[in-house]
């Protein structure tokens, strides 16, 4: 198993966490947005030092949770402020960008880490398509082409053009090409079952944010047999999975903080912008005034169903040996290799000495037992885990 911090980037406020979206600018301080800049890349290097295998970036709009509308600066000054540091960034909103201007940044990205670099294409959350007036009913197609179009950006030898549906160039040529051949590696969300066939068909890493174990294995299945239509066969490194983690000292903080990070309290925290797609496109389309608005389905109640069907899976949260026990169990259950733990996101925001703290805690107490036992993910060889 390899371990990632995904660092957000928020801003350095108690009281952030509870704006809504989009958060207006006035709530926006100059001297604590650079002091939230200054904690967090202490934090990568706290993160790095400690052991994880990767530091993780994504791009977000408008909001205290994440100052990283262009994730790509951050991981370029990230990878030479740690110059042996492995840098993921999952990933770019690729509906709402150009899909040529996202291949060159990521050349260039991947010489300025000489090679050191993943990336992710996803679609963003439904929310964040009235930050440049995406259509929320061409998200999906609009999202498929553009992942073929940065593949064949990235390893085409010669100018070439695109006449697609969505997208039309007479000429492409990157400069820089990628240090890496034929290009890095590329994740594809695997939330849905259409885009866990989609990593499959294409060939890329898969990739999923709070989901439970069942729901992951689902579609882990569902990308396997597509790669095996393919022609190649995912190991578990291809395989990731993000959610918050939190580490206590004591079976006292324990019990509270389970509860307080329940499923229940990590559904409310995204709702409405994880669970239910069709719901927020209804309310995305209403506000667009688009073709989404006559969408009138309402996200299920989390506390009416069995735990093992909840949308959002619990945090790995706990003391240190409960961690790595539901790290182990989760692993076992989905497929996943890769886990990409995210800290102080949310309502309830930890202080940067309570990140550092925690960082810590996992490098000496949660990562080694977890790699010093070997345990392969489920369907995988142990050289994949």
């Known amino acids: 198993m390899k371990f990632d911090f995904f660092q957000s980037f928020s801003y350095a406020s108690q009281e952030a966490g509870a704006l809504t979206w989009p958060a207006a600018p006035r709530h926006c301080e100059a001297d604590t947005s650079q002091l939230s800049f200054d904690n967090c890349l202490e934090q990568c290097a706290v993160a ?17 949770r994440q100052l990283t509308p262009n994730p790509i600066p951050i991981a370029a000054t990230v990878g030479r402020l740690l110059p042996d540091a492995q840098i993921g960034v999952f990933g770019t909103d690729l509906p709402m960008n150009n899909p040529v201007r996202v291949a060159e940044e990521y050349a260039m990205l991947d010489n300025l880490l000489r090679g050191r670099l993943r990336i992710g294409l996803l679609r963003g959350t439904p929310n964040e398509y009235l930050t440049y007036g995406t259509n929320p009913a061409e998200s999906k197609a609009r999202f498929e082409e553009g992942v073929q179009l940065v593949q064949r950006a990235l390893t085409e030898p010669e100018p070439f053009g695109w006449e697609g549906r969505y997208y039309r160039f007479r000429n ?44 992951c294995a ?17 190991q578990a490194d291809n395989i990731q999975y993000r959610h918050f983690c939190v580490v206590v000292t004591s079976a006292e903080e324990s019990a509270a903080i389970r509860s307080a990070w329940s499923p229940e309290a990590v559904y409310r925290l995204f709702n409405p912008a994880t669970p239910d797609f069709a719901a927020v496109l209804a309310s995305v389309g209403a506000a667009m005034g688009g073709a989404a608005k006559g969408i009138g389905a309402k996200p299920a109640d989390p506390t009416s169903a069995p735990a093992r069907d909840f949308a959002i899976g619990p945090p790995f949260a706990g003391t240190p040996e409960e961690v790595v026990d539901q790290v182990r169990e989760f692993a076992e259950i989905s ?38 036992a070997g345990v392969p993910a489920a369907g995988a060889t142990a050289a994949g885990a």
Do not use: M
């Open 218 to 234: 689902e579609h882990i299945d569902i990308y396997r047999e597509a790669a095996a239509a393919a022609g190649w066969t995912p």
């Open 48 to 64: 790095h030092e400690v052991g994880f295998d990767s530091l993780t970036f994504a791009e977000h709009h408008y909001s205290p």
């Open 335 to 372: 497929g996943a290799g890769r886990f990409e733990f995210t800290i102080g996101v949310g309502a309830r925001r930890p202080t940067h000495a309570t990140i550092v703290e925690t960082l810590r805690l996992i490098g000496s107490e949660v990562l080694p037992p977890l790699r010093s």
């Open 172 to 215: 492409i040529s990157i400069w820089p090409r990628c240090v890496q051949k034929p290009h890095p590696r590329i994740l594809i969300s695997g939330n849905s079952a259409d885009s866990a066939a989609l990593a499959g068909r294409l060939g890329c890493d898969l990739g999923f944010s709070f989901q439970n174990a069942h729901r």
